[in-house]
Each structure stands twice: as structure tokens, then as C-alpha cells.
């Protein structure tokens, strides 16, 4: 217990903490902004272009910011200790090691899962109230059933603290651990919509970015994922991502001389 | 300036980031083979197939690693503290600056170049005589594309050692390169049409197929710009990123 | 004894640091408060003054570090900024810690010498010179404390400069290290060179210093010699706490 307050005094003590909530919290203005430049072309739009107009659910867009940015903030908690030193003073005052990097994990974790929460829910009531009725699609759909997909998206954040943290410990550069996360984020996802099917649909599927639409069964034909995995198998990789490479940091946190 | 040129790159070549930065950008040669021997045999299957290329599938990779090194090469001092001491053997900062600029330049230039072509040259040698899309031009029509890329790349590193200069931290820096890479384009990607093409053909990743005039992208459709204009678009990024950097040099205390 | 860099054998080796009502405010601290002195050749000068009393920040305005609110810092008549070969003309050991871990002796001594015409040959003498020739290409990351503080005087060495500054360059180094820095300053300052010194060990500053100048809230206390100095007081140290126990105060009010 001491540990985790120590290590949460740690994270609200840093200036870079700050900056990168608000960058990801800026998500929600974001998204702001493209409902509102969304609604006013729509509106001086002819009708007929009106009955084709689409548009992609501005949550699961944003939703890639607070992802990026907690995978960041988790993975700085860890490296900024390795290029001060500091991480040799509190591996020395916890000698066993693991609790400081579970208790960075824990609360990188909650911090990520309010974070997500707010960004999701934040962009997803904004631009329902901002676009109306406008587009079919996404906003016109009551609440109850968008629910739990919104759920699930919001739960991929603290995925990505989680895994900014266990690259952080495994890595211990700070570039090292964001190029990781970046590759997880956008250039994996990238590379492997180009590759010829079936392979881009069956890794498709094991993104991270495919598991929420998985999880829910909400799947979509024009996903740039796959859907190929039942909920509980989605569940199950998800779990995998936050749990698995932070098994491996602590294995080598413990064994490693720091 | 040649003796800080000199530096500089000692000074590169002699840190193992620049290795893990390149190696990771190399990686493209390998993925390119394993791309090309996949397709190949799917294409063996079929008969026939259109593939991406993978010196284009494959180049966020190196543009990604190759930023990570220019945005190292300035915050990596800031860090440390070793900008003090380049400083106070240069203490003309804007020699100092340029001369990053320019190792920066040369060796992410050459980096790409010999990574792209490489890839290039491996996966058509691969690919023979099968149909697999990207194989069947010839190398005249494909140098255009080959050398934007090349370009892209070595922008997006100054663009990064700009904003380190600027911002003094690795992640700071790090964050706004993948923001203009990846994030700005992923986001105005779903501006409804044609708004979305119209603004996207201004952003970084956009410009390189503008500046081979082909198309940007499926869903994003052809180019807006001219070549000429695309390529100046391209130049303008990194000019003005590294004159922010070079202003936050010159006026802060070090 | 003195070694040429490879430089014009007609160059001066003596040079002068001069202060002219030097001031630096931070926003709202005064560092440095109107602070003139000049240190002069042949002999080492003392800096002295309690923690935060602006000695470190003094060093790093005559560097062109940080910029002077007001006044001015010249070495040999000119803002260091101005010199085209500076290490030719002034060494500083600042922060020994300012180095990338990274990189091996030799290479962060090679970077900084390129950068003002200095070969590799000089390289290898003054890593001879500070008993570093053994670990010349380990990483500097693995260095003791005092090994780096071995190493920041390599750097300030290494143009065979005139005028030489010290930050506490005894932090750190064991009994043997200690007597390598008294009689290597010394030994400089015979060859008519110019010494700043900075230390808070007032046992060692009597055996090396031979003018004293202390400063506290960034202001000059008193610019003696230590014999002066000696007359008055029964050591250098009753001297020194006699002298600045209002700056101290202060200093911990803060």
C-alpha cells in the first residue's frame, strides 16, 4: 500500500503527467471540431448527396489519441526512473521489486481507465448532441445498444497503459517503448491491411484496434480490422495484451541488475 | 563547419541508438523479402494478384525510425547534458544546429535511399515473372515514388530533430511526429468527402505519392496538388520545424 | 611540458577572464548581482561561496551558456561566443555527469576535440594525461564519478588552452585523485596559464589557490590572496565562514 502511494505521488509530482492527460483529454475537442465540421457540410449539402453522406463513429477515430497518449504516460513512469536513476533508489527501498511496478501499473491503469471513459463517452455524447439526426448510422441508435461497445473501447486504453508500462520496464528508453506502442497503434495495423487475404483479416482480428467490435459482436463490413474472433475469444486476447508483457517486465525487472 | 560536420558525425556513429534506429529501419528489406516471397506463392495459387509494393507498405516503418533518430540526436544532449558541453566547444549555436541538420540529412538520405532500393530490388528479383501488381512497371516509372519516399523520409527526421530542439524532450517530440505521421492523417481520413482529400493532400504521408503524381489512396482518391507543389509542401515541414528548433536554441538558456 | 594542439607556435598561452558587472536575475532571483573580477594568469584563483551563491552560474554566462541580463563577461577581450576555436582558448569541466552514457571515452572526447580541429592524435595524449588510456573505449556510462571527473578535465584540456575553469573538480575523487587535481592545476598555472578553480573543500582551496575570490547571493564578497587572507583569519576556512555567514543565512531562508 505504501508503495502504491508512493508511486502515485510519483506520477501527480511530474509536469509531463499533466501534459500528456491534457493532450489526451484534447481528444474530446477533436472530436468536437469534426462532428461540428461534419454537421455544417452536411447541412449545405444537396439531398441526395445527403442520403449517401456517412460518417465513421468519431469515438473509435479518437479513441487511437487517449491510446497512444496512456501507452506513453505508462511507459514514461518507468523510463523517466531509468534516465534519472532514480529507479536504483526505489528498487532499493522495495527489494522485492515487483510491487513498484505493479503499483506503476495500477495506477497508470485507473488513470487510463478514466481517461478512456471520458474520451469515448465525452466524444460519443458531444457529437451525438452536436450531429443530431444528420448521418445515418452510429448517432441515430439509442443509447442501450452503442453501450456496450463504448465500453469496450474505453477499456482499450488502460490496455495501453498497461502495455506502455511493461514496454517501459522492458525497454527502458523512453523512444524504445513509444516506437513500440506507435508500432502497435498505427504502423502493425498499417502494414497488415495491405496484406493479401485470408492473412489480413485473421491478424486483422488480433489487433487491438478489432477487439472491442469483437468483444460486443458489433462488427462492421468497411472495419480496416478483422472480426474473425467470438466475444470470449476477443476478451481473451485482450486480457493477453494487458497482462503478458507485463509478466514478462517483472520477470526481467526481478532478474536484471538495474 | 566542416569540423563540426566532423563531429557531429562522430558523434552519430558512435552511439548505439543510431544502430537500433537503422537497424529497425533495414528491417523493411527483410519484411519486403518475406512480403514478396508470401505473395508470390499466393500468386503461384491464383494466377494472378495486385499487391501493394512493399518499399510503399513498408515505409512508415523506416519514416518512423528515421524520425526517432533525428528527434535523438538533439534531445538525446538535452538529456544528458551534453548540449552544454557541444555548446561551449561551439558556442555558435546556429553552426551547432546546422551541422545536426546536415549529418541528420546525409544519413538519413543515404539510410532510406539504400533501404528502398534494396527492397526494391530484391522483391522484384523475387517477384520474377509472376503477376503480382506492383512488379510490372518499369524501373523509370517507379523512380519518382522511390525518391519521394526517400525525401519523405529524411523530412520527417529533420521534422524531428526540429521539434526536439523545440521541445527538448525525446517523448515530447516523439509524440508530435507521430501526431503529424499518423494521427492528423488517421483523423482527417474521416472528414466526410471531399474535405477530407482536400486537407489530406497537404499532410506529410499524403505528399509522397502527390509528388510521383499517383493516387493518395484508395479511399482518399487523387492528389490535389502538382508535383512541384507537393514537393514544396514537403520542404516547408521540415524548414519550419527546425526554424522553431532553431529559435528555442538560440534564445533559451542551456 | 606544455603541449601544442597542433596550433600556430606562436599563440599565447596567458589570458585573462574579465567580469563587468555581470548580472543575471531568473525571473524573480538575482543569480548573479553586478559581479566584477578579473582573473589573471600564473597562478590559480579560488571561487568560493556557499551553495546557490551563483558560482556555477557565473561560469556558464562567461561560457555563453546562459545569456547575462546585464554586463558582460570577456575572456582574452572578447564574449567567448565570438572565439572560432574556443577550446584553444578556454577549458571548462562544468558537470562531469553531462556526458552520454552511451558512448566510449574516446569517442566523446573525439566528437568535442573535432569540432575545433583537434585530431585523434591529442585525443590519446590527454587521455594519457588524466590516466584514462586504459578505458578509452569503455562505455562512459559504466564510469565512476570520479573517472568522469577525470574525463571532464580531458575535455578542458584538450585545446591546450590558456584560460581553464573548474566546477568542483575534486567531487568525488579518491586521496590519489585529489593530489593528481592539486598538482596538475599547479603545474598548468606555472606554465602561465589562467586557473578558475570552484570547491567547497577549504583544506584543499588553501593548498592549490593562490588568489581567493568569494561571492554569496550572487554578489563579490571580498577578491584577496590567500596569504592576505591567512593574516587575518586563522585558516582560509574561519576566513570564509567569517565572511559569508549573512550569505548563508540567506541562502537557507530561500
Known sequence: MSVLTSEWLKVRSLRSTYLVLGLALSAILMGLALAVMAAGMYDTASLAQRSRARIADLEEVLVMVPQLCMG?????????????????????????????????????????????????????????????DRFAGAYTTP????????????????????????????????????????????????????????WSERLGSLMIGALPREITGDTITTSVYGSLLSPAAAAMVMVAYATLPLIAATWLVRRRDA | MKAVLSSEWVKLRSVASTFHTIGAAAAMVVLGIA????????????????????????????????????VLTITSEHATGMIRTSLVTVPRRSTLFLAKAGIVALATLAT????????????????????????????????????????????????????????RSTAG???????????????????????????AALLLPNLVPQIASERMSSRLGDGYLPPWAALAVLFAYPLITLTIGYYALKRKDA | MVRRAGGPPSRILYGVIELQHLTKRYGGTLAVDDLSFTVEPGHVTGFLGPNGAGKSTTMRLILGLDAPT????????????????????????????????????????????RTNDIGPKRVVEVLEQVGLAGVARKRVGGFSLGMKQRLGIAVALLGDPGILMFDEPVNGLDPDGVRWIRDLMRSLAAEGRTILLSSHLMSEMALTAERIVIVGRGKLIIEATVAELTARYPSLEDAYMALTSDSVQFGAAR
Open chain 2, 173 to 199: 517530440a516523439l509524440v508530435s511526429v507521430v501526431s503529424l505521421l499518423f494521427v492528423l492523417p488517421g483523423v482527417i481520413n474521416y472528414l466526410p468527402p471531399p474535405w477530407n482529400t482536400r486537407i
Open chain 2, 35 to 70: 512480403w514478396t516471397v508470401y505473395v508470390g506463392a499466393l500468386a503461384d495459387e491464383r494466377g494472378m494478384l495486385r499487391a501493394a509494393a512493399p518499399e510503399e507498405g513498408f515505409l512508415p516503418l523506416v519514416q518512423m525510425s528515421l524520425a526517432v533518430l533525428g
Open chain 2, 112 to 167: 532510406a535511399m539504400s533501404v528502398l532500393l534494396l527492397t526494391y530490388v530484391t522483391s522484384r528479383l523475387i517477384a520474377g515473372e509472376r503477376h503480382l501488381g506492383f512488379n510490372e512497371s518499369a524501373f523509370t516509372n517507379d523512380l519518382p515514388m522511390l525518391l519521394a519516399s526517400g525525401l519523405s523520409v529524411t523530412a520527417l527526421a529533420l521534422v524531428g530533430l526540429g521539434l526536439g530542439a523545440a521541445m
Open chain 3, 70 to 113: 546585464s554586463g558582460q563577461a570577456l575572456v582574452n577581450g572578447r564574449g567567448y561566443t565570438s572565439l572560432r576555436k574556443p577550446m584553444r582558448e578556454v577549458g571548462a569541466l562544468l558537470d562531469a555527469g553531462a556526458v552520454h552514457g552511451g558512448r566510449s571515452a574516446y569517442n566523446h572526447l573525439l566528437c568535442l576535440a
Open chain 1, 143 to 198: 443509447f442501450q445498444d452503442r453501450l456496450p461497445l463504448l465500453l469496450a473501447l474505453s477499456l482499450t486504453v488502460p490496455v495501453f497503459a498497461l502495455l506502455g508500462t511493461a514496454f517501459g520496464a522492458l525497454i527502458r528508453s523512453a523512444a524504445g517503448a513509444i516506437a513500440v506502442i506507435v508500432g502497435l497503434v498505427y504502423v502493425i495495423p498499417m502494414i497488415i491491411g495491405k496484406i493479401p487475404e485470408p
Open chain 1, 72 to 132: 506513453i504516460l505508462g511507459a514514461l513512469t518507468i523510463t523517466s526512473e531509468y534516465t534519472t536513476g532514480l529507479i536504483r533508489t526505489s528498487l532499493t527501498l522495495v527489494p522485492g521489486r515487483w510491487p513498484v511496478l505493479a503499483a506503476k501499473s495500477l495506477i497508470v491503469g485507473a488513470l487510463g481507465l478514466i481517461v478512456g471513459a471520458l474520451t469515448v463517452f465525452g466524444t460519443y455524447f458531444l457529437s451525438r448532441e452536436v450531429l443530431g
